[in-house]
């Protein structure tokens, strides 16, 4: 082949990598290049994650790796090797979980296209901080961009549940 | 153009019964929030076509040159790669398409005329394959001194951005003024006469991106009948569907748009940009070609016109304006999309709601060698509400005056013309009360702690000046109901709306209306989903629809039980018969018998325009808001603490508060984008500077206002169902006005850029400090 080019690699040397998801050992042949974003998406199928920036900026592909939050598009399909992952279909896995109900109640879902990302945020930020105040809300979520803005709502939403989880009535 | 006005859009429902209303009025959570909160939402990347093909896009990294060649031999050498398409591929003369002037090429002729315009575009087995193949295609192009700027397209002998033969007989062509818009009443040099202070100053307002989250895309497939399925979120899928039939020469009933819910539109998802591409790739193919955009090419398909004006704007002693004259130049894009109108509609409120003896509005659209411009929330409003409510303030500081006095000197009453002249405009709200409202809920007469200051704004937007939006509802034996209605729901919750005004027309429960809308297959006709038109052109056509079916309903009843027609009669969820009420899915299901079926009830709203009118008509309602910010600025670093910000809008009637609020909420927070933090960015290449979400900055939950607070003002005065107007942008026209305000009283420094960043705030502080302000 004379017309071999640099980045010929990327379309072939498949790699197989075995991790958890949602509770279950998934094994996908990906190149090495396949973020955890594309490979959940593309492999596994769990469209659920979303894909905006590619660079870790807006927050849409956000989905839990052994329980940390992290941008599934900074990650590759084979970092994630012998991992555990936790996606939005995996949180709703019983149906809608009671933050979700109260993105609902909060009027915080507009479009929807970030939420998905949005609620595992919220969900490692209630899991490492139960009882978060107005600013550490704001702080844990500043990851996440919302374009319909619907900040000040999922921030109602984040303490409705910290206030149901917690026990107390409202 | 011609066309004479038929009907407008008369009042439909004044709410007779001011009691509960049912499910109208309440806070209905969103139709469709579970599958949105769940991740079982499919917006278009998450359709899956097996075996499609993907698409690559081709560009230069440079904002105007001619293309002298396309070597794609390596690119084709790729495994995997299918085809490589350029301009020689597409038919000759190449079609171009486009919603005020038919300018935009499918794909580059000849010359590129904006950074990120494809060139070329790579047809292969993986998204791997096409997107090494694009990088692999080689273009020899000549760079050319691009229009990149306002001064550059405006200066003597200046870059032609269009080539003139698009637009033969208009004598701009020669220019790179695509279109003009002149808006006078009053005698405004007999006004200066007696004018006491006289403002005069020039205002900018940048290029800013829509930045939805989700990206742009389109995915194409070919049928065997030869036309093709379409799939975009789109926010007019019969716009794209007439489109595509107009650019490909097929009947429409050929080309099926479906239109996945929108992940964010903002009007960047209403005009047709790659569709067209994608619809020649699958015909040329005869394969399902897919392209999912990067975020980065979805910025170079979109975004705001820039705006400079220069205005000069006379009071009296007592601060009553007696003249406004504004030349305002709108920086559009390459192409023209839908940038002119955007100029022709801004400009035609740019001397505001309020009572000005003389008036001059001298706009242009000037076409630049940048991404084309397009509809984007508020929809040229903002941009002159910037300079226009900001000159009021110049005024009120001469005078002596407080922002929000000044404005009651000035807002007209309800019924009371603001535009004048031969295409007058009255007030249809009484704006008074948000403006009062707003002042109420910062607190404006409070006590100002050190640093801080406070503005207060209003704007204004003319709603859709024509108008056509057709419904099915089909209430079915069983007392269930589906509604087909074509507005796209991109995150305003428009089929929330439906479903509550068909459950109380209809007297469905609220969990039993279902709503199909985003396929032209089946979904009768919507003109398009923009100008926070929908709740009062789909609404109202909704509304119609339950009509029609209750009526069905009666007659059937009449017919299959014997009881007279003229005995019967039906109002809201009942039918009357002589034995008493019934419930109407319960009338229903006695007049369908043991042969079920269904009743189909048809609904058509329509606003015909008026030929004469500069904007082809009047508005069926105008969104009205008032905005007040309270800031705190750092004098040391130029950072602004928005400590308290409120947003009042005149809203008719609220369908559904929490949706009211969350729109109003977004707007407001979209309208700091602009006014705190977003430009886009351009080098002496034409390229966009920040293009990505690391360098292109919207609001995150950190810049939320320490206190947001929304008011709605509600009189039941709309032209919308039980007296609801539009809307969707009214939080975001006047931001900027406000916050600039109260930043000038927090600081002593007036300034007249946008955006108030960090930077550009200390910077005037330092400026003003060696003594020069105003």
Not at chain 1, 116 to 135: K, M
Not at chain 2, 310 to 320: D, I, K, P, V
Not at chain 2, 325 to 339: E, K, N, R, S, T
Not at chain 2, 541 to 554: G, I, K, P, T, W
Request: charged share 20%; glycine share 12%; hydrophobic share 40%.
């Amino acid at each position: 082949m004379t017309s071999a080019r640099a980045d010929d690699h990327l379309l072939d040397e498949l790699q197989t990598v075995t991790l958890t998801v949602n509770g279950s050992r998934r094994s996908v042949a990906v190149p090495p290049h396949r973020t955890l974003l594309d490979g959940l998406r593309e492999e596994v199928g769990l469209p659920g994650t979303k894909s905006c920036c590619a660079e870790g900026e807006c927050g849409a592909c956000t989905v839990l790796l052994d329980g940390r939050a992290v941008n599934s598009c900074l990650v590759l399909c084979v970092e994630a090797e012998g991992h555990e992952v936790t996606t939005i279909e995996g949180l709703s896995q019983d149906g809608l979980t009671d933050l979700q109900e109260e993105f609902l109640n909060a009027g915080a879902v507009q479009c929807g296209f970030c939420i998905p990302g949005q609620v595992v945020a919220a969900e490692y930020l209630l899991r490492t901080n139960p009882s978060p105040s107005e600013d550490e809300i704001r702080e844990g979520m500043s990851g996440n961009l919302c374009r319909c803005a619907g900040y000040q709502r999922i921030v109602r939403a984040v303490q409705a549940t910290a206030a149901r989880r917690s026990g107390g009535d409202d | 153009m011609t066309e004479a006005p038929e009907r407008t859009v008369e009042p439909f429902d004044l709410p007779e019964d001011p009691g509960p209303r049912g499910q109208v009025g309440r806070p209905v959570l969103r139709y469709g929030g579970g599958d949105r909160t769940s991740g079982a939402q499919r917006f278009l990347a998450d359709l899956s076509f097996p075996g499609a093909l993907q698409v690559a896009l081709v560009t230069i990294p440079v904002g105007c040159a001619d293309i002298l060649g396309v070597d794609a031999t390596a690119a084709r050498a790729i495994p995997g790669v299918v085809d490589v398409v350029t301009a020689a591929d597409l038919p000759s003369p190449m079609p171009r398409f486009g919603v005020s002037h038919q300018d935009r090429p499918v794909l580059a002729v000849e010359r590129v005329n904006y950074h990120g315009e494809p060139v070329a575009a790579v047809v292969a087995e993986t998204l791997d394959a096409a997107q090494a193949a694009a990088r692999a295609v080689r273009v020899d192009y000549r760079e050319l001194p691009g229009a990149y700027t306002l001064d550059a397209a405006l200066a003597p002998g200046a870059h032609l951005v269009q080539d003139p033969s698009i637009r033969p007989g208009d004598p701009a062509a020669a220019t790179n003024v695509l279109e003009d818009a002149l808006y006078i009443w009053g005698d405004v040099a007999a006004e200066e006469a007696r004018t006491a202070v006289v403002v005069e100053n020039v205002y900018t307002f940048p290029m800013v991106t829509h930045f939805p989250i989700e990206p742009g895309g389109t995915v194409a497939v070919p049928t065997d009948q030869g036309g093709l399925d379409v799939y975009s979120p789109v926010q007019h899928p019969y716009l794209l569907q007439r489109t595509l039939a107009s650019v490909l020469g097929l009947p429409l009933n050929q080309v099926r748009v479906f239109a996945p819910d929108p992940g964010g539109g903002f009007g960047g998802k209403q005009n047709p940009k790659i569709e067209p591409l994608l619809a020649f790739l699958a015909l040329r193919t005869r394969r399902t070609c897919r392209l999912v955009l990067s975020l980065e090419e979805t910025f170079q398909s979109m975004r705001r016109a820039g705006c400079r004006m220069t205005a000069r704007t006379g009071f009296t002693q007592n601060g009553e304006l007696t003249f406004h004259q504004v030349d305002a130049d709108f920086q559009i894009g390459a192409y023209a999309d839908v940038a002119p109108r955007v100029m022709g509609k801004g400009s035609y409120v740019a001397a505001g709601p309020y009572r000005i003896p003389g008036v001059r509005i001298a706009a242009r659209a000037v076409m630049t060698n940048t991404t084309p411009s397009t509809a984007f929330r508020g929809f040229g409003s903002p941009q002159v509400a910037w300079a226009l409510e900001s000159q009021l303030d110049a005024g009120a500081r001469r005078l002596g005056l407080d922002g929000l006095e000044i404005r009651r000197r000035n807002l007209v009453a309800k019924g009371e013309a603001f535009v004048r002249g031969a295409s007058e405009a009255t007030a249809d709200g009484e704006w008074h009360q948000s403006l009062e409202k707003a002042a109420e809920l910062l607190g404006w007469d409070q006590p100002l702690a050190p640093n801080r200051g406070r503005g207060i704004a209003v704007g204004i937007k003319p709603g859709a000046t024509s108008g056509l939006s057709q419904s099915l509802v089909r209430l079915l034996c069983d007392g269930s109901a589906i509604v087909y209605a074509g507005t796209s729901d991109m995150g305003q919750g428009a089929r929330t709306l439906w479903q509550q005004i068909v459950s109380d027309e209809l007297g469905t429960p609220l969990d039993q209306v279902s709503v199909v809308s985003g396929d032209t297959g089946t979904v009768p006709f919507d003109l398009q989903t923009s100008a926070s038109r929908s709740t009062v052109f789909m609404g109202s056509a909704v509304l119609e629809a339950c009509r029609d079916v209750r009526q069905r309903v009666l007659d059937l009843y009449a017919e299959s039980t014997g009881v007279p027609a003229d005995q019967l009669s039906e109002r809201r969820g009942t039918l009357v018969t002589p034995e008493g009420e019934l419930s109407l899915p319960e009338a229903a299901r006695k007049a369908l018998g043991s042969l079920r079926g269904e009743f189909i009830g048809q609904g058509t709203r329509r606003l015909r325009g008026k030929g004469n009118h500069p904007l082809g008509g009047d508005a069926a309602f105008y969104e009205f808001n008032a905005t007040a910010i309270e800031v705190e600025v750092d004098r040391e670093t130029g950072e602004l603490l928005l400590t308290k910000h409120v947003t009042v809008s005149d809203v008719g009637t609220e369908l559904n508060p929490l949706q009211v609020v969350s729109q109003d909420e977004g707007a407001a927070i979209m309208g700091l984008g602009h006014s705190q933090m977003e430009q886009l960015l351009l080098d002496e290449h034409g390229r966009i500077r920040n293009l990505g979400a690391l360098d292109y900055r919207i609001p995150t939950f950190k810049d939320v206002p320490v206190e947001l607070i929304t008011g709605a003002v509600e009189n039941h005065d709309g032209p919308g169902p039980y007296g609801s107007k539009g809307i969707s942008e009214g939080a975001l026209l006047c931001t900027a006005g406000a916050l600039g305000a109260a930043v000038a009283q927090a600081t002593g420094v007036v300034i007249r850029d946008l955006p108030l960043t960090p930077e550009r705030v200390w910077a005037a502080i330092q400026t003003a400090g060696t003594g020069r302000h105003e």
